[in-house]
């Protein structure tokens, strides 16, 4: 293809074009938020020079890992203000200081950590410490905006200091070292589940590994409070999945009689529940749950905890999901080792209303909406399910079964990754890297609870880096 290296460049017209509109948005306000998160990121201000509105000079020895959820846009920073001491803590980019109270920021305890407000430009609206960005950028707004468009999603030069030590290894070496990770893991899980049984037996235990699992890391606790409530749910008789659903979702604060609000569809369903949930209703008050217990924001629709929830009435009616994991443990982790087969023995009974709905108020689907995919029977297999068979297998000092079942631990395929694996590979490798195992993944997330969860973003005083050096 021949190129005219006289005519201008067409394609660099176009990322002018786009720059400008993106700042085109706000014209007579600040720039969007998330350019500003971007350029505190990576530092794009002038740091010898920075000071708050209220005059105290800044020093910034790390601007925190980005929070792609709920919460400050930035965690675990490290500043120092005047000649106080170094403080770790939260940091809030609002385009306006006016938004810390317009959204909410003065009345929700999960902005409590916050140590500094930044703000594009005007004074200080709260009694926090307030950097104003405009002052002290590094260059024009447009050229900023520009640079954007191409930064690299993590500053290099706030990596870990073990990510030098860790390119030293061997592919063989670095893999070992997250194997060896990965069984302390392993082994901490498993000791969890016989601490649990002690008090309320193996079934029990289990029980609560997969209800907290399923209520992922934004709900985990409603989900404990439900599984500890399961004796009391059993006693109050038999029932089919639909009871089950009504039990469950009734104790869990789901369910309400406002069918006129609903779509027929949904009425019906929700009718078919409530016929159920009233005869138990009295009996199971002192058992349920506010339902502003729940953390909704954020959650994907596929990931509701009342299709969990419906998923663990499943296994509930069914009645023999213990027995079921066993036949699979015989079959599979012995003999097959295919770990997708593990999602057939989860499986439950068709539901007519949750196999076509994501949640009570979405649409009729055309597609299929599984209950449990691959992905989610992964991480029940890694978290809960050959944890709970190595505490038995120790408890029971066999020595064969736990064999088998670590290294059927060990070549689990992946799970997805998640923020905290995204941000260690970053820190720790220098790059997005997808990890050939499952075990290695939980390897890496063991690194990150020993070492980097008890040193500062700074890395200070972490051990890590030098034990990896002398291996």
């Known amino acids: 293809m021949e190129v005219n290296m006289v005519s201008p460049n067409i394609y660099s017209q176009w990322r002018a074009q786009r720059v400008d509109d993106v700042l085109h948005d706000a014209p007579a306000g600040p720039p969007p938020e998330r350019l500003l998160q971007g350029i505190w990121q990576h530092q794009r201000i002038r740091r010898d020079r920075l000071h708050t509105c209220d005059g105290q000079i800044l020093r910034v020895f790390h601007p925190g890992f980005w929070n792609y959820e709920a919460g400050p846009d930035f965690q675990r920073a490290v500043i120092q203000l005047g000649d106080g001491s170094p403080m770790t803590g939260d940091i809030e980019i609002d385009p306006a200081a006016s938004d810390w109270r317009a959204h909410g920021h003065a009345d929700n305890p999960g902005f409590g950590g916050v140590i500094l407000h930044v703000v594009w430009n005007g004074p200080a609206r709260t009694h926090l410490p307030t950097l104003r960005l405009q002052p ?31 390119a030293a290894l061997s592919v063989e070496t670095l893999e070992e070292l997250l194997s060896q990770a990965a069984l302390v893991r392993l082994q901490t899980k498993a000791a969890g589940m016989t601490r649990l049984a002690r008090i309320y037996g193996w079934d029990a235990a289990l029980w609560q590994g997969l209800f907290r699992a399923l209520g992922y890391k934004h709900n985990t606790w409603p989900m404990q409070n439900l599984a500890e409530r399961l004796p009391t749910l059993h006693a109050v008789g038999f029932a089919d999945s639909l009871g089950w659903q009504a039990r469950l979702l009734g104790c869990a604060g789901f369910l309400a009689d406002d069918f006129p609000t609903q779509s027929t569809v949904v009425r ?33 629709p596929a990931n509701h905890p009342a299709r969990r929830l419906v998923l663990l009435a499943g296994w509930m009616a069914a009645g023999d999901l213990p027995k079921r994991l066993r036949a699979w443990l015989e079959s599979d982790c012995v003999k097959s080792r295919r770990g997708g087969s593990l999602l057939e023995y989860l499986q439950v009974k068709p539901d007519s209303f949750w196999n076509h709905h994501w949640t009570f108020k979405s649409s009729r689907q055309e597609r299929y909406c599984p209950l449990l995919g691959a992905a989610r029977a992964t991480d029940l297999a890694i978290n809960v399910i050959l944890p709970w068979f190595h505490a038995r297998a120790s408890a029971g000092r066999n020595r064969e079964l736990l064999s088998r079942i670590e290294s059927r631990f060990h070549s689990w395929p992946p799970a997805q990754d998640n923020r905290t694996l995204k941000l260690a590979c970053q820190r720790l490798f220098a790059e997005p890297r997808r990890l050939s195992t499952a075990a290695h993944q939980q390897g890496l997330l063991q690194i990150v609870r020993d070492f980097c969860d008890h040193a500062p973003a700074t890395c200070d005083d972490c051990q890590f880096p030098a034990l990896v050096q002398s291996r």
Do not use: V
């Open 136 to 166: 002290h950028c590094d260059a024009p707004l447009k050229e900023l905006s520009a640079w954007y468009t191409t930064a690299p999603p993590f500053p290099a030069e706030f990596a870990g200091q073990c990510r030098a030590p860790l």
């Open 268 to 300: 019906e369903y929700l009718r078919e529940l409530w016929d159920r949930w009233w005869r138990e209703r009295d009996a199971l008050a002192d058992y349920c749950l506010p339902r502003s217990l729940w953390r909704m924001a954020g959650l994907r």
